[in-house]
T-cell receptor, first 114, second 113 residues
Framework: GQSLEQPSEVTAVEGAIVQINCTYQ??????LSWYQQHDGGAPTFLSY????GLEETGRFSSFLSRSDSYGYLLLQELQMKDSASYFC???????????????FGAGTRLAVHP | DSGVTQTPKHLITATGQRVTLRCSPR?????VYWYQQSLDQGLQFLIQ???????AKGNILERFSAQQFPDLHSELNLSSLELGDSALYFC????????????FGPGTRLTVT
């Protein structure tokens, strides 16, 4: 089976840096994705790591260590609008192979304060 | 706007009833995924279709079924509804980039009374 663990809540102040960790256990692993979801909204794709290392997209970066089954999302220069839930997700193989599905973690609720 | 549309936006129905949720993927996307999100819960993967064929299944109840039509729109059918089925149901689609980058619709909020 698959399991992903991430903290349930994180609090930070505007302008700060926050790191949201994700550890996973999967029978097969193809990559780690991150999604953002504002209250009442739909999840939106942020980043994807298939290989070890850091991927940077503006104020957001995502890191993966396959040997440690671990990844994190780094949010810099926090803004109030970053208050949302953040989900890590792993690709898992569908039963037809090659058509992967995403298994989501329970999400981390980030609250950014002034 | 992700380009994925879902109807209806809200649905209120009684226990024991049957409902159909509809999803149209982004133009050109062949894969459609269905998720259930209960209050303050994560996204539970239900089922995936690719170009009309079922390709992956999650913990989808036997009371639930789905299909993808030749025009690539998909429907999720929920029957014998129970109070615990009240949730947000999201549809997502992906293209050639694969399942890791999915585009989600606005969701259908189902309330079972």
């Amino acid at each position: 089976g698959q399991s992903l663990e991430q903290p349930s809540e994180v609090t930070a102040v505007e302008g700060a840096i926050v790191q949201i960790n994700c550890t996973y256990q999967t029978s097969g692993f193809y990559g780690l994705s991150w999604y953002q979801q504002h209250d009442g909204g739909a999840p939106t794709f942020l980043s994807y790591n298939a290989l070890d290392g850091l991927e940077e997209t503006g104020r957001f970066s995502s890191f993966l260590s396959r040997s440690d089954s671990y990844g994190y999302l780094l949010l810099q220069e926090l803004q109030m609008k970053d208050s949302a839930s953040y989900f890590c997700a792993v690709r898992d193989e569908g039963f037809s192979g090659g058509y992967n599905k995403l298994i989501f973690g329970a999400g981390t609720r980030l609250a950014v304060h002034p | 706007d992700s380009g994925v549309t879902q109807t209806p936006k809200h649905l209120i129905t009684a226990t024991g009833q049957r409902v159909t949720l509809r999803c149209s993927p982004r133009s050109g996307d062949l894969s459609v995924y269905w998720y259930q999100q209960s209050l303050d819960q994560g996204l539970q993967f239900l089922i995936q279709y690719y170009n009309g064929e079922e390709r992956a299944k999650g913990n989808i109840l036997e009371r639930f079924s789905a299909q993808q039509f030749p025009d690539l729109h998909s429907e999720l059918n929920l029957s014998s509804l129970e109070l615990g089925d009240s949730a947000l149901y999201f549809c997502a689609s992906s293209g050639n980039q694969g399942a890791y980058e999915q585009y989600f619709g606005p969701g259908t909020r189902l309330t079972v009374t």
